[in-house]
């Protein structure tokens, strides 16, 4: 593609100027790598390359930690339960827990350690605990979207940085006249930023919905896995049989002072 765009640059501005003056101006114009690419679009070059390395390495980060094996890891709760049903000690389900270090594991120590109470508040603490976990896999994502918003921004005002100086050498320049390939060279420079700002905005949008999507997917599936855990009868019901369930009761109100004797 770029060898087509230096070709077309280069035909046009050899019918400018037959001399060879546009040809040379194309030729000086091209695009020979990739650092050719980023030195020929100016300052604005690198913020947008930072923004592409930072891009890449985020997304690359939470792919990894969104991987199914590290949020719901399998075997997780069979592990648990078979943890369960030896002895039934909580402690044991709490350390198996603690030793995974993932998030149906923060979900299922929450309900264990609640295991006492009624099931609306196991289901309020599981929740809570659910809500700092999804906090935690959107971790960064905001970036991306950041990355996404501002790279086009960063890649237009290169240009009409790139713009300003091409209209600025034509204007100082005394031959100028009659010679505007000294103007399309510019333009052609100025409009570098300009598509690397789309390139690098494109694929960090792309991205951010894609890692969106796998954590809306991940959050439903820890939500069933949880609620499926907390009613098994080989789950979170065989720790809760031993001990009653724990109700919150209401204060009750002190006794109103006997006015006939206050008086």
């Not at 030195?39 to 792919?63: D, F, H, N, T, Y």
């Not at 000294?182 to 694929?203: D, F, K, N, Q, R």
């Not at 599936?221 to 724990?246: H, M, N, Q, R, Y």
Request: with cysteine; charged share 20%.
């Amino acid at each position: 593609m770029d060898v087509f765009v230096v070709d077309m640059v280069g035909m046009v501005l050899a019918q400018v100027d037959p001399n060879g003056a546009g040809a040379e101006a194309a030729q000086n114009a091209g695009v020979q790598s990739v650092w050719d690419f980023a030195r020929k679009g100016g300052v604005m070059m690198i913020p947008i390359g930072i923004c592409s390395l930072v891009a890449m390495a985020v997304a690359a980060e939470r792919l990894i930690s969104l991987s199914r094996s590290r949020v719901i890891p399998t075997g997780f709760i069979d592990g648990l339960k078979r943890t369960i049903a030896d002895g039934h000690d909580a402690d044991k389900a709490l350390a198996y827990c603690a030793a995974n270090e993932s998030p149906i594991a923060s979900l299922c120590a929450a309900a264990i350690r609640r295991r006492h109470h009624a099931i609306d508040i196991i289901e309020r603490y599981v929740a809570d605990s659910g809500a700092r976990e999804i906090f935690r896999l959107r971790k960064r994502m905001r970036v991306l979207s950041v990355i996404a918003a501002i790279s086009p921004l960063m890649g237009l005002t290169g240009t009409i940085f790139g713009m300003i100086k091409a209209f600025q050498t034509v204007a100082t320049s005394g031959d100028a006249l009659g010679k505007t390939e000294l103007l399309a060279t510019g333009i052609y420079e100025a409009m570098i930023t300009t598509a690397a700002g789309l390139l690098v905005a494109i694929p960090a949008l792309i991205l951010y919905h894609v890692i969106s999507a796998r954590v809306d997917r991940l959050v439903a599936e820890l939500d069933e896995t949880c609620i499926e855990f907390i009613d098994d009868p080989d789950g979170l019901a065989a720790l809760a049989k031993s001990a009653p369930v724990v109700e919150v009761a209401s204060t009750p109100r002190a006794p109103e002072p006997d006015r006939a004797r206050t008086e």
